[in-house]
């Protein structure tokens, strides 16, 4: 008899509880201690259409809480969305000075919201979803805090006119920060 993989564990365990909230813990569990269990729920949700609920969805679930709302789609159809070639994924990154465009924070440093070392994501600026293109100028470094809270949520690429009057209407301890945050990053050019 074959493994049953992780993802098939977890598809299991969400379906005999549609409903209720599920700890992440409680998810890592249902596959056997796999680290990778979020990878394998977001992919159930974005891949094959399950109305997980997370606390990005929900006021109502905590970081590390889910739900699946209602019965899942029986036919999975796999969608292959991995369009974005090592080639552009290298373009980006050096583009964005392997730092998250969001927060300026670099691979090894310590995520201050999440204590965990930051690893690095090519994001969408316009979501996929919304229009967006798997396009140099479309795309960005994000880590993973980051990439988890901006899915979705911003469409477009802040204009120059925008973002200085955002900066202007900052007070001074910010503005400071603004400028050694950009002048670290084009000395390193």
């Known amino acids: 008899m074959a493994k049953l993989g992780s993802k098939e564990k977890i598809r299991t365990f969400l379906r005999a509880n549609i409903g209720r909230v599920i700890e992440s813990h409680e998810l890592q569990a249902a596959a056997d201690g796999a680290v990778q269990y979020s990878r394998r729920l977001r992919e159930l949700r974005d891949e094959e ?75 969408h600026v316009k979501d ?24 979705n949520i911003t469409t477009e690429k802040p204009g120059v006119i925008w973002l200085l009057s955002q900066i202007r209407r900052a007070g001074q301890d910010e503005q400071r920060a603004v400028y050694e945050w950009l002048s670290s990053k084009f000395e390193k050019q």
Request: aromatic content about 4%; overall charge positive; hydrophobic content about 25%.
């Open 49 to 123: 259409g399950w109305p997980i609920l997370s606390h990005n969805d929900s006021s109502e679930l905590k970081p590390g809480q889910y739900l699946l709302r209602d019965t899942p789609p029986t036919k999975t159809i796999p969608q292959f969305s991995r369009s974005i070639s090592a080639r552009l994924r290298a373009a980006v990154l050096d583009r964005n000075g392997f730092t998250c465009q969001m927060c300026g924070l670099a691979p090894g440093e310590t995520d201050p919201s999440t204590n965990r070392k930051v690893r690095l994501h090519i994001g």
């Open 128 to 151: 996929k979803k919304l229009g967006g293109k798997d396009e140099l100028s479309n795309l960005r470094t994000l880590c993973s805090t980051c990439n988890q809270g901006a899915k």
